[in-house]
């Protein structure tokens, strides 16, 4: 097995993660009691503040525990025109993974049929023996990049999965086989047919985006609700979420369990608090850890102090300058330093911009490569605009002041460079000048003497 780290970074957590994933045991247990007694649930919060972590590995395992649901997990991905699947065939290829189907499902998941969904659905009940079925699609956000006709398509159906006991298609198909074919069809099956699906539906999406599930409504009027807002976690949480991971004794980890002094997290929460913040964003903090970690393994520290942390303030620009030296080729960091800190941050107020894709591709210098990177890398992320495009933008306020300083240094050392240049050109000229200048007192006293010689001549003719 290969060693891993005790913390993800900002990077979400993953199911196999769920015994490192603190902190969030209450809003677990609140999305847990809800998903047991709501159909249909919308998880929102903040970007940067876990919903992808606590659906991965804090609400599925503990689902998953009870035995009493099959649980579906979806993402849809950005729209690009290039991708072939839509939303309806992502979520069908979810749902058909692996299934056996019967009770009016259709033989080949590729093949479009009516109340597709709805049939998949109804073979999985059948097969699971009536289970609860959880739908959970994260970064519900990402629908809303797709084109009108594919978000229309995946609505109705998804309607008809909620608010529909048998779909009008199918019980046109059931009433044509009842009158050509009777005897085919068999009373159990038929009952099971009329049974309600048992299917929840759960979705998580950023609070500025909750205005787009509106589009939803014409079909789907209780989009909005039940909601369940995820905050930024308190002292207590983050102190569960800094400590708990550090103290596990397995060895699977890259670090040995080591322990942070009080005065040192009193220095952390303090940090990750100021300017009037009473809540903590798991971005900030779990950068922060990391930095602990990598400390911890590459100094074999046991415990750390304050003095191990320094100015806090730095190791976010360490961060910064890690993931830039990280890029595949010199010329690539160039560029991704000059595109971010200079594009991406209104100096004058520290504000992050957003710019569209194709400007950035034409006028920037930066290839679809490099940005993709970018992105991976939780620097940048990419999201849908009104134009049904993509933007670009920096993943986290956090980042721009060490982004800002970054940028200082890299200008100073330009600047000292161009000095350098500079300098060695005039001390060239000035080489070239002197020697120029000592070539010409050589032609000269050439001359003199080619002078003197001449006249001694001609004054030896003469006598």
Known sequence: ?????????????????????????????????????????????????????????????????????????IRFGVYRPENEMSPLDTLLAKVGLGRTYNAFAPADINTRSAAQVWRALKAIQKNTGNKNILIIIDQFEELFTYPEADILDFKKQLAEVLYVNIPLSVRAELEKQMINTPEAIDENDLKFLFEPLNV????????????????????????????????????????????????????????????????????????????????????????????IEALVIGKKIKTIGTEHLGDINNIFENYYDNLISKLPTTEDQRRARIFIEEKLIFEEDKTRLSIYEQQILRDYNVSKTLLAELVNSHLVRAEPNTAGALSYELSHDTLVDPILKAKAKRLEKLKIEEEKQRRALEQDIAAKQRKNYELHNCYWFVFQCWQYFRLQRVGLQST
């Open 1 to 73: 097995m290969a060693l891993g780290f005790r913390y993800p970074g900002v990077k979400p957590f993953s199911t196999e993660d769920r015994d490192l994933f603190f902190g969030r045991g209450g809003d677990i247990d609140s999305l847990f009691k809800l998903i047991n007694v709501e159909q249909l649930l919308v998880l929102y919060s903040k970007s940067g503040l876990g919903k992808s972590s606590i659906l991965n590995a804090g609400l599925t395992p503990k689902l998953r525990e009870t035995g009493d649901f099959d649980i579906l997990n």
């Open 200 to 291: 929840k539906v759960l979705m998580s999406i950023r609070s500025d985006k909750m205005s787009l599930l509106n589009n939803l409504k014409d079909y789907i009027p209780g989009i909005n609700g039940k909601t369940y807002e995820l905050t930024a976690l308190n002292n207590m949480q983050a102190e569960d979420a800094i400590l708990k991971p550090a103290y596990k004794r397995e060895e699977i980890f890259l670090s040995d369990p080591f322990d942070i002094s009080n005065d040192a997290l009193d220095k952390l929460l303090s940090f990750l608090t100021k300017d009037g913040k009473q809540k903590i964003e798991s971005f900030q903090l779990q950068i922060i850890c990391q930095y």
